[in-house]
């Protein structure tokens, strides 16, 4: 049925009254391999049973997250025709939990010239009554980025199955005035509305090789006027992705409170995350939002790398965050790749999975964010097993049992005394290179001691979780690891190690460790959710019951286990 444009933009005013509507990264697009995905699950051992993903066929991007009519709705970019990337549409789910989801038909998928050649990342904002819009990324005939907007046909289905799309498509798109190169000007984030009565958008992109986050500005949601600066900028960053920018509350009492993405006050702090397409690392950036400027000064920027966070430090990108209103609380999603070869992507019929949705807050330092896995996934729970305080002595290894290994949620703290057999630091290391000279093979003074991982009976494969102490500058200096250099013995797979340093210290605290295991992924949370990391892993061996499960320490010094409690984890209700 074709629609009179005339109709819609009348449609679009009813709905909307006075607001009147009228990742991406970079890929390599195997156009011959689309349909060559198999459906095949005899042989499955490397699907996730409690992370999200489709049935089938490839998956990146989190797109336009929110909560509305009671259920959390989730839209991503997705291949309906095989596992590469290619012909991408925005697929929808919803959920009641964050942990089981129901796909619905697919929301957005090309259909205007503005989006005929893709329908990109993009973010929901929900406007004055409740009202959802998404802005997201199409590209045009001519291969130009431009900017555009969907809105639900119905607002009163609270699974907004069926989207319509402005007949005045596209609102924003790069002119020869701007400088923008058609593509790099991507992947809007959600909106928020200022004191002055304008919405605020930022829009990804890059100049040369500064990356930036340029603003729009408009007061209706329809005519979008460029703003005189960017947000914010950095030079020799190159292209920046999905940008995100959101408060979050400084006060010490109510740091696990999320806020709205319009919220401006004194106890504000704002946070700006990039994803690097250079590096393929997200990058977040702590500091303050000048209202009056429109401009975000970071405490620390990317001319200093060395402070420059990450949410995670493994394989992690692309990722989005919303303001959950139901709990008050800020969820973060985040798109993981695969680390296998592309045929065997092909072979197995699904890439890409997303992590356990995280809620965020900022730390009581304020110079960083806490991430930990919604209070939901612990409803998977099954079958406890609690240690008692145990003493693991160099060179040990304890098995645990009682529990699912490839399909389990493990947490242990470390208790730490014998600060003197620290290994010498004497100067700064990237901790990814440090991490990967000192594995959890290499024998060390203060550990390493963590978790091994989808280990074999015979340790031919496994996947260490672990810390380790240095001393650096007269203090103790804490790395956390995730080593997948025996991860596998099918070496087309990427076992890259990673690893990073954690703001903890070992004489005031222990050192804690919560690792989900799902098949495939290891997601790790080290330090109370001071620092992340997510693997991805394909042992050949360490499959199905044939994957073990240990404590180990692998220093010449004990530590003691104050506690370990884990559990095997149910399948959640992923259609």
């Not at 990146?60 to 095989?82: I, S, T, V």
């Not at 005519?223 to 959101?246: I, Q, R, Y």
Request: a positive charge.
């Amino acid at each position: 049925m074709a629609f009179c444009p005339i109709l819609l933009v009348a449609l679009f005013s009813l709905i909307y009254g006075n607001y009147i509507i009228p990742i991406e990264a970079t890929h390599h697009v195997y156009r011959t391999l689309q349909s060559s995905s198999s459906d095949s699950s005899n042989h499955q051992p490397y699907r996730t049973a409690y992370h999200f993903q489709p049935h089938k066929n490839w998956i990146n991007d989190p797109n336009g997250p929110m909560r509305y009519g009671g259920f959390y709705h989730l839209f991503y970019q997705y291949n309906p025709e095989g596992a590469v990337w290619g012909n991408i549409v925005w697929a929808h789910s919803v959920s009641k939990d964050l942990v089981n989801w129901t796909p619905l038909d697919h929301a957005i998928h090309p259909s205007q010239p503005s989006d005929i050649k893709g329908c990109w990342s993009g973010s929901a904002t929900i406007l004055p009554g409740g009202k959802p819009a998404i802005l997201y990324t199409g590209i045009n005939p001519n291969n130009h980025q431009v900017q555009n907007i969907a809105i639900p046909k119905n607002i009163s289905d609270p699974l907004l199955r069926e989207w319509k799309k402005s007949p005045k498509n596209p609102l924003m798109e790069p002119t020869i005035n701007n400088k923008i190169n058609s593509s790099s000007f991507r992947d809007p984030t959600t909106s928020w509305l200022g004191k002055d009565g304008y919405w605020r958008v930022l829009i990804g992109s890059k100049i040369n090789t500064k990356g930036m986050a340029i603003m729009y500005k408009s007061k209706n949601f329809v005519n979008w006027v460029e703003a005189k600066h960017p947000l914010h900028s950095a030079e020799g960053t190159g292209m920046w992705e999905c940008p995100d920018f959101f408060p979050v509350l400084n006060k010490k009492n109510t740091l696990k409170i999320g806020v709205d993405t319009s919220m401006i006050g004194d106890d504000v702090k704002h946070v700006l995350k990039v994803s690097l397409d250079d590096t393929k690392h997200d990058h977040y950036l702590i500091g303050t939002y000048e209202t009056t400027k429109d401009i975000f000064v970071p405490e620390n920027g990317f001319v200093d790398n060395k402070f420059v966070l990450r949410y995670d430090y493994g394989k992690y990108y692309a990722s989005k965050t919303f303001f959950d209103d139901g709990k008050n609380r800020r969820i973060l999603l985040g798109w993981v790749n695969e680390s296998s070869s592309v045929a065997d992507d092909i072979k197995k019929g699904w890439s890409g999975i997303h992590t356990i949705p995280r809620t965020i807050w900022l730390h009581k330092s304020g110079k960083q964010l806490i991430q930990w896995p919604v209070k939901e996934i612990e409803n998977l729970r099954i079958n406890p097993v609690n240690w008692p305080t145990k003493v693991i002595k160099g060179g040990e290894l304890i098995p645990i049992t009682g529990v699912n290994s490839v399909q389990a949620d493990v947490e242990i703290s470390f208790e730490v005394k014998d600060f003197e057999k620290a290994e010498i630091l004497d100067h700064w290391i990237d901790p990814q290179i440090l991490c990967s000279q000192k594995g959890a093979s290499k024998k060390g003074g203060v550990g390493p001691f963590g978790l091994l991982v989808f280990a074999s009976q015979g340790l031919q494969e496994y996947t260490a979780v672990f810390f380790r102490i240095f001393k650096y500058q007269h203090k103790n200096l804490v790395l956390m690891c995730s080593d997948q250099s025996r991860s596998s013995l099918n070496k087309d797979n990427d076992m890259t190690t990673y690893g990073t340093f954690v703001d903890v210290d070992p004489l005031h605290e222990n050192l804690s460790l919560r690792t989900l295991i799902d098949h495939s992924v290891v997601e790790s949370f080290g330090g109370e959710g001071r620092a992340c990391i997510t693997a991805r892993v394909y042992p050949t061996l360490a499959i199905h019951d044939k994957a073990k499960l240990y404590a180990f320490n692998n220093g010449t010094s004990a530590v003691k286990i104050s506690r370990l409690s884990a559990w095997s984890m149910k399948k959640a209700k992923i259609y």
